[in-house]
């Protein structure tokens, strides 16, 4: 039955290929894949999909054009694209193909690092992140049920040559998957969090003449599915005040399951004590740059006073409640902002001019999505020949005066709009140059900014990198000693996606366990609440895992031995 | 992972940008130059002469006008 199948659906494709290829775009066939693995995240509010796929040129001329679609079915949309060559890490041009007709697939075009050829192989790693892709099902739940949501896709991967190899896996935000798509279980194995496809062989191109088969997970989805609708970031540059301030004005939704009944205080209130995981926005947290200060937190009736500022040498976090938890559908809008000291964003160029380097996007650590994000940066009265390069595509650019009180003429300001933004793209600089020239009034020097083209100032900002800067985001805890990993998974994984868990099994470390959090602000909520919780008739104690701190508590006891060892010495005592 | 931008801001390490006076020291300028400026006011306002005019209060214009930029940024008003 297995092998019938490909065949019928293989003459089916070729008898429309003459009326597809008229209406759609027309992909020349000069690459085949060898092997193609698709990976399908779900752990965040939007999805991320990666595709690592071995490409061999089949043609007898060597090529450089690779294309690729993606399938966007619905509202959803693709937020960005990036690609890279996977052994070189040598990134690669990914651009949209203006065709609307292949719907529901986007077409992208894939320029190769290097030219490929007849006969060459490439190893291509191509992520993209795509927003409204996941629905809700149930699309209404009680303020404590569990919320799950649902991701249709493609069994086989949509591509534009024929693929040899293929294998799709889905990694749910946890292990609770009530249903997936078996298709008589063949090739379709479920373990733990994942839920793999394949592998099969030999599918042909994608073709939108066809109806492909679809397979649909549901899984559950414990955090809230934030977006924000607009957000309105400002940069100001204050030469006089040696200041940079940042104000975020944030409309934000809950775009998870919507609330059955009334909201009850009462419950939230009394479950709260427990500290459930709820698809409601509690609390969001912002890893905002090391030397922020003066932050503040209002809304539309004013300051609220349920929020955290922490700020040191090594890192600032502003942590803020909003004034009622939100749920699905629920709207909230907010504002918040932070100072910064000048000279770490603004440097004297070595001809003439300033350098102002910023981070484009920064917002909460809780996975987010944007719908347009619109960045002013505000430059000082007076700069001109202002250039910038942007770490992501902008779709919009506008360059106006800004007047505030003690202008003359009007500051200098860029507003930059970008629409369809997933919070991956957050902590990536954009970089203003200015060129020379005299500033009327206020600078003597002046300012005139110049900006080359786009460029990326960072790799593709994995958590791995994310972390680099953040606090240690290890969890210990000492567990009970029966307890297996699938127990802790599902007791930590509420609180985030997990990278790993170890627990010890020699007989100094039994009963511990290190778990590694994806996200620092997941292992700081995990920490939070799970100590002291009673877990299996014991108690948790949960640490921050902080090496540097246990070496030195070592150096310590071996020094405090010795001490002793010499007291006893001198007192006689054996 | 370099660009013509990066690079160019790397070659600027060692030339962040100076203010002319920091933010440590704003409320102390401000409060000089308002006193400076409601001095010299005061002085004109007692004798007012066209030929005072550019030795006392152009000075005393200059002094509030620059002592009230410091001192909205004492007060963390950065414009």
Known sequence: MRSIRPRVTLCATLLLAASHLASSLEVPQVFKNTNLLRTIDASKA??????????????????????????????????????????????????????????????????????????????????????????????????????????????????????????????????????????????????????????????????????????????????????????????????????????????????????????????????????????????????????????????????????????????????????????????????????????????????????????????????????????????????????????????????????????????????????NVVDELKNRDIINKLAPEVNRILFVKNLRFVVPSAHRVRTRPTERTHLTYEPPTNLRSITSYQVSSEELFDLFGKFGPIRQIRQGIANNTKGTAFIVYEEVGDAKTACDKLNGFNFQNRYLVVLYHQPEKMARSEKDLAQRQEELEKLKKQHGIE | MSSPTLELWNAAASSPFSPVIGKSLHATVAFILLAIGAVLTIIFSINKSLVLAPAIAFPASVAFGLGSVYALAAGGVYV
Request: hydrophobic content about 30%; glycine content about 6%; some cysteine.
């Open chain 1, 46 to 419: 939007y999805i991320r999909e990666t595709i690592a796929v071995i490409i061999e040129n089949t043609s007898d001329k060597p090529q450089t054009e690779y294309y690729l679609p993606l399938s966007v079915p619905g509202s959803s949309a693709v937020s960005f694209v990036e690609c890279k060559d996977k052994k070189e890490g040598t990134p690669c041009k990914a651009e949209p193909v203006e065709d609307s007709s292949d719907y529901p697939v986007k077409y992208y075009k894939i320029t190769l690092p290097a030219t490929l050829k007849p006969k060459g192989q490439v190893t291509l790693a191509i992520s993209a992140s795509i927003t409204g892709a996941l629905e809700p099902i149930p699309a209404v739940i009680g303020q404590s049920d569990k919320q799950f949501l649902s991701y249709t896709g493609y069994r086989y991967v949509p591509t534009a040559y024929l693929t040899e190899k293929q294998k799709t896996k889905f990694r749910a935000a946890n292990g609770e998957i009530p249903d997936y798509t078996e298709f008589g279980g063949k090739d379709v194995e479920k373990s733990g969090y994942t839920v793999t496809y394949g592998p099969y062989d030999d599918k042909k191109a994608w073709s939108s003449d066809s109806t492909p088969e679809t397979f649909t997970i549901r899984f559950e989805f414990t955090m809230p599915i934030i977006y924000m609708e607009k957000l309105e970031r400002d940069i100001e540059v204050s030469h006089w005040g040696n200041n940079l301030a940042f104000e975020e004005r944030y409309w934000m939704t809950n775009n998870g399951a919507k609330l059955r009944d009334q909201f009850s205080r009462l419950t939230w209130a009394t479950t709260s004590y427990y500290n459930p995981p709820t698809a409601a926005i509690k609390s969001l947290l912002f890893p905002l740059r090391s030397g922020s200060k003066d932050a503040y937190y209002t809304d539309e009736v004013g300051n609220v006073s349920t929020s955290k500022f922490r700020s040191d040498s090594r890192e600032a976090i502003l942590d803020i409640k909003p004034r009622f938890p939100i749920f699905g559908g629920w709207n909230y809008s907010f504002v918040v902002g932070w100072n910064n000291d000048l000279p770490d964003y603004l440097r004297k160029s070595k001809g003439d001019g300033y350098i102002l380097k910023v981070p484009l996007l920064q917002g909460p650590s809780q996975s987010t999505s944007y719908g347009s994000v619109e960045v002013r940066i505000i430059l000082p009265e007076g700069a001109t020949d202002v250039t910038y390069s942007a770490p992501f595509a902008i779709d919009k650019e506008e360059r106006s005066l800004h007047k505030t009180f003690m202008d003359t003429l009007g500051r200098t300001t860029i507003k930059l709009t970008v629409n």
